[in-house]
Structures are given as C-alpha cells and as structure tokens.
C-alpha cells in the first residue's frame, strides 16, 4: 500500500499541531514502518490476502497460511486464529501469539444495521450448523460470531454469505470495523430520523475500498436517528447522533474520539447539524484524518481517541472542515443525552400500526440451530426480518398485532424471550478464554450461570442493574460503563492464582455517561462472584433513595458497602 498517495494536501492557513516526537503521522511525513503491524500492512495491502485464502491456503490447508497473513491479515476478512485448548489464563501473557493458536479460526459477519430477512438469518443458522460445530454469537458490534472454523471451508462460507448479502470484509483489522446502527431504525413512532441510507452509502463507498483499509488502529462507527442514543454513541470513534436544527430540520451530531480498553475515553461532540445525504462524506472526512494524521508509532496510542484528546475537538473540527470537506459545517447544539440505555426489547408498537419484538440470549450466546428455529418463525409468522442490537440482544421488525402474541409464546420455546428477567436483559459477556487468545477467565457460561443464581436471589428486581463481564483488560463487553463492570484478571485465593475479576460500579452512558469506579485492591474470585453481587445489590436495596439509580447510589455510597463487606445492611431477598 503506498503511504504517500494518502497525504492530505494542507492549505497553508490551517495550522496542524506537531508532537515534539514522531509519531508516525502520514500527513508530517512520517511514513516510515514504526513497528511490526505497519511493516506488514506496507509489504502488501491487507484486503489482497482474499485471494490467497480463496486460491492457496483454503485448498492447501492450515500449514500453507503465511505467518504474516495468519496473524495480521486474515483479520481484514473476519478472521482470528482462537485459542488452542488447554492453555489456563496465565499463559495468555506468557506465551508468544504462535503458541496460542489453534487450526481454527473465529470468524465474524458484519450486519451494519441492516434489516436481515428470513433467508438471512437461515443462512447465517446454517454456517453455524456445518461449519462451526453449532456456535454463534451476537456481539455488541451487531455481527454474528463463529468459532471452529476451517480454512477449507472459507470459500463455501464467504459464497453462503454472499448469496444473503452479508459478509465478513474488515469485520476486525486496522479497518472500518462493523458499524453500529439503531435496531428501530425506520420503524419506531419517537425517531428523530432514520439513517438507513447513510449507513449503506458508507459501506457501499468505504468498505472493500483499499484507501479506506489501513487506519493506525480499528475505527468503529455509530449512527442512530433515535433519541434514546441506542448505540452507545459515547464509545465510538465516530458516531452520528441524531438532532434537530430549528430551520434545517432533522439532522445528525457528530461525535468523535471516544473508546474503551485500558485508556478510556468518551467521545466528545462537536456539536453540528449535518444533513443525512452528506453523512457519509463527514464520515469520509474524519477516516481520512485518522489515515493521515493518526499515530501509528505506538499500537497503544494508535487509536483516534489520542488523537482527538491532543488536539482539541475545535482544531479537530478545523481540520475537517478545511481540508477534507471544503466547507463550514452547520453548528447546532448537541441533542440532549437520555437516561440510561435502551435495547428495546419486549413489544412496541411502530410508526406503521405493526410492532417491533425485541428478544434476549443470555450474555448473547445462540447456535446455529437457534438462528435456523428464528429464521423459521420470521417465515411463518410475516415477520419483516430482524436486527441485532448493540447489546448482544435481536429485533424483530414488522410484526402484525395479530400474531404477535403467538410469536412471543413460540420464541420463548426456543430460549429467545421478549419478556426476559432483568438479569437476562441486562447482562453481557464478551467471548472470554474459551476461544479468545487474549482472554484471561472464562465469560460467557461465567456468565450465564450468574445470570440464573441471580435471577433465584433476586427474582422481582424493580430496577435495571446491567452487568458487562470481560474476559481481558481490551474491554469488549464495554466493562467501564456497566452498572456492574467485570475485567477478568488471575486473583490469589488461599495462595493460589484463580480466576477473578477487577470490579467497576456505576459506569454509565448516556445522560449521566461516566466510567465505573474502581475500589483499590479491591478484587473478586469468579468462585465468589454470586455472592458479591449478592451483597452489594442488597447494600443498595438497603441504603439506596426514592428513585435512585445504581448508578447514582455507587457514586455516593460507602466503599465498604461497594465491597460487599458490611454485614449491617439487612438482607433484601426480592423487592
């Protein structure tokens, strides 16, 4: 890939800040390789290695796969080698990337928000049935994830998927990863504006395009034209808010530099009113200056949000105007942030007279054989197809009042319920050490067995606490935003090394958007975890305030109630 024909050609009179090192920016001429993943990038455009999986390495089998395509390429197709069985959490630091990984490969489909027919979701259902040994996930990137995949059957899988107008093109790698999208797009009776066709223009412009495939990091995007901001717009590094300008009309916000891991960061907004056919030029603007300036010395500070932390969303928004898009955006205030999250799930009723479903797996995890019985009952009952969500949960919309009741009855039959508990609702779980390389405990049946003890202990629940449990510090399952956030870690327990978690309280998006707190030395054995969240919830019920989220009271409350240690709190088995 040549480096230099990105270059963006400056007027003279923006003035760009310079860092006192080198940091690998394109557009100040620093296009030399700085470390092993920009080399590999240099030496041959990532979205070439389609070819050689198609040609090579699929008929030949796993021991023809290039290193270099193994563990960097093959990530711009969807592609990771998983985790090798037999190899506990303390390795996962210890040994090289090589000796983690199995003959199998995670594989991801990218949705965008796109409205998935029957056919669709019977496509998807049946890879997961013949190739991937039953597994499929929904994530809380709106994609569908396998595991157990073989190289030899890539090509079988990619003509599958092409045939229901899906794919997995740069659903990982240093890419447009897959974009979020509202689930109630189009169809809910409060939406300020549906962004369906900005979506799909910038997919159809940007995605498979080779001057939009090698960004210093991963670059996630968002739009929702909902006011309940149903795709966690605060975490993304580009994300278009829907708003209302007093003579334009229906618009969308921009939001840049927000994002997770271990230096998190909340996206900040810039507070503009850009109207929906020029979305996806705006989109093209702020990708362009994460290509051209980002810092692609360091991978750690390789995300946009630094870049955005350094300049200043004013210079930002200067630099985008004058360079990339030719023009002055529209200002506008920010529309104001809601209360909480939504997910939509349960019955809603649509702009049209017909209803929405929304329907919950536990910590996401489906099959193959689920996604087939789903595929099934959108068939039988009309339904116009489904949405996945940014919370590991499915949408169906387009559901006739007439049925809808016998659709809930048949979806409960197959583990999908539209009237889950709030544990169920509100819990997610990232792929954790059963299959991911970086992973140091197990989430997803950690997970699911905490969902079902804490729905026996607390049955009758009267406010949503979400729990986001993580497998690593990298934050998936956006651990620093959950009422009840879980990064997995090794503990000592009666001087061994457990699994265990690092707990943080109160982190929210939304109106009150802030990152959980974090109680010092203070860790949890995943043996210990029921009974922790046990306490603590019932600390809360005890102390909490008329109307008082979790949330607020964490901000308030006692840190040895936060650590579940104090045994003066009466015990509230239900509410």
């Given amino acids: 890939?040549?480096?230099?024909?990105?270059?963006?050609?400056?007027?003279?009179?923006?003035?760009?800040?310079?860092?006192?090192?080198?940091?690998?920016?394109?557009?100040?001429?620093?296009?030399?390789?700085?470390?092993?993943?920009?080399?590999?990038?240099?030496?041959?455009?990532?979205?070439?290695?389609?070819a050689r999986i198609l040609n090579?390495?699929?008929?030949?089998?796993?021991?023809?796969?290039?290193?270099?395509?193994?563990?960097?390429?093959?990530?711009?197709?969807?592609?990771?080698?998983?985790?090798?069985?037999?190899?506990?959490g303390g390795k996962t630091a210890m040994l090289e990337e090589e000796e983690l990984d199995d003959e199998f490969f995670m594989m991801r489909v990218r949705s965008d928000g796109a409205l998935l027919s029957h056919d669709a979701v019977r496509a998807l259902g049946t890879i997961g049935v013949?190739?991937?040994r039953d597994t499929a996930d929904v994530t809380d990137r709106e994609n569908i994830q396998y595991h157990w995949i073989r190289i030899e059957d890539v090509p079988a899988i990619w003509e599958r998927l092409e045939a229901a107008g899906l794919s997995t093109l740069e659903a990982?790698?240093?890419?447009?990863?897959?974009?979020?999208?509202?689930?109630?797009?189009?169809?809910?009776?409060?939406?300020?504006?549906?962004?369906?066709?900005?979506?799909?223009?910038?997919?159809?412009?940007?995605?498979?395009?080779?001057?939009?495939?090698?960004?210093?990091?991963?670059?996630?995007?968002?739009?929702?034209?909902?006011?309940?901001?149903?795709?966690?717009?605060?975490?993304?590094?580009i994300a278009f808010v829907g708003t209302v300008h007093p003579e334009h009309g229906p618009?969308?916000?921009?939001?840049?530099?927000?994002?997770?891991?271990?230096?998190?960061?909340?996206?900040q907004k810039m507070g503009v009113w850009i109207p929906l056919d020029e979305v996806a030029d705006a989109w093209e603007g702020v990708a362009s200056i994460f290509r051209d300036y980002g810092y692609r010395r360091l991978r750690s500070r390789a995300r946009l949000k630094f870049l955005v932390q350094d300049w200043g969303v004013e210079k930002f928004r200067e630099v985008l105007e004058n360079e990339f898009l030719g023009r002055k955006l529209v200002s506008c205030p920010s529309p104001p942030s809601p209360v909480g999250?939504?997910?939509h799930i349960g019955v809603h009723e649509q702009k049209d007279g017909n209803l929405y479903v929304g329907i919950a797996p536990t910590a996401g995890r489906v099959s193959g054989t689920m996604l087939v019985q789903l595929a099934d009952l959108i068939e039988q009952y009309g339904v116009a197809g489904a949405r996945l969500t940014p919370y590991q949960k499915i949408?169906?919309?387009?559901?006739?009042?007439?049925?809808?009741?016998?659709l809930v009855e048949a979806l409960d039959g197959i583990g999908l319920s539209a009237r889950p508990s709030g544990w169920r609702r509100n819990t997610m779980a990232c792929t954790g050490i059963e299959f991911c390389k970086l992973a140091i405990v197990d989430t997803k049946n950690r997970a699911r067995d905490l969902v079902a003890e804490l729905e026996k202990r607390f049955p009758d629940l009267d406010v949503p606490i979400t729990v986001n449990v993580n497998g690593c510090p990298n934050a998936c399952a956006r651990?620093?935003?959950?009422?009840?956030?879980?990064?997995?870690?090794?503990?000592?327990?009666?001087?061994?090394?457990?699994?265990?978690?690092?707990?943080?309280?109160?982190?929210?998006?939304?109106?009150?958007?802030?990152?959980?707190?974090?109680?010092?030395?203070?860790?949890?054995?995943?043996?210990?975890?029921?009974?922790?969240?046990?306490?603590?919830?019932?600390?809360?019920?005890?102390?909490?305030?008329?109307?008082?989220?979790?949330?607020?009271?964490?901000?308030?409350?006692?840190?040895?109630?936060?650590?579940?240690?104090?045994?003066?709190?009466?015990?509230?088995?239900?509410?």
């Avoid at 090192?21 to 990532?46: C, F, H, I, M, V």
């Avoid at 390495?57 to 090798?84: C, E, N, V």
């Avoid at 949408?395 to 016998?406: I, M």
């Fill in 395 to 406: 949408v169906l919309v387009g559901v006739s009042p007439d049925v809808v009741d016998a």
């Fill in 1 to 50: 890939m040549t480096d230099l024909r990105h270059t963006a050609k400056r007027p003279a009179h923006t003035e760009i800040p310079r860092p006192k090192r080198g940091e690998g920016q394109w557009a100040l001429g620093y296009t030399e390789p700085l470390n092993k993943n920009e080399q590999s990038k240099k030496d041959d455009g990532p979205l070439n290695v389609q």
């Fill in 479 to 575: 651990t620093q935003v959950a009422d009840i956030g879980l990064k997995g870690q090794l503990v000592m327990s009666d001087g061994e090394q457990v699994e265990g978690f690092q707990v943080h309280l109160g982190g929210a998006t939304g109106l009150n958007a802030n990152f959980g707190r974090k109680l010092r030395a203070h860790k949890v054995t995943s043996k210990g975890l029921d009974d922790y969240i046990t306490n603590v919830v019932n600390a809360f019920l005890a102390d909490r305030e008329d109307g008082e989220s979790f949330a607020t009271w964490v901000a308030r409350a006692d840190e040895d109630l936060l650590r579940g240690e104090r045994v003066d709190v009466p015990e509230v088995a239900a509410v």
């Fill in 56 to 88: 090579i390495y699929s008929k030949r089998g796993f021991a023809s796969i290039d290193p270099a395509d193994l563990r960097g390429r093959f990530r711009w197709m969807g592609l990771y080698t998983q985790r090798a069985p037999g190899f506990d």
């Fill in 130 to 132: 013949d190739f991937a």
């Fill in 251 to 267: 618009g969308f916000d921009l939001w840049v530099g927000g994002g997770l891991s271990t230096n998190p960061m909340l996206a």
């Fill in 172 to 237: 990982c790698g240093d890419s447009p990863r897959p974009f979020l999208g509202s689930p109630v797009a189009g169809v809910a009776k409060d939406e300020i504006i549906d962004g369906t066709a900005a979506l799909e223009e910038i997919k159809r412009r940007y995605i498979g395009n080779p001057d939009f495939a090698n960004f210093p990091r991963k670059f996630k995007t968002a739009l929702t034209g909902h006011p309940s901001h149903d795709v966690a717009p605060e975490v993304n590094d």
């Fill in 341 to 343: 999250h939504r997910d």
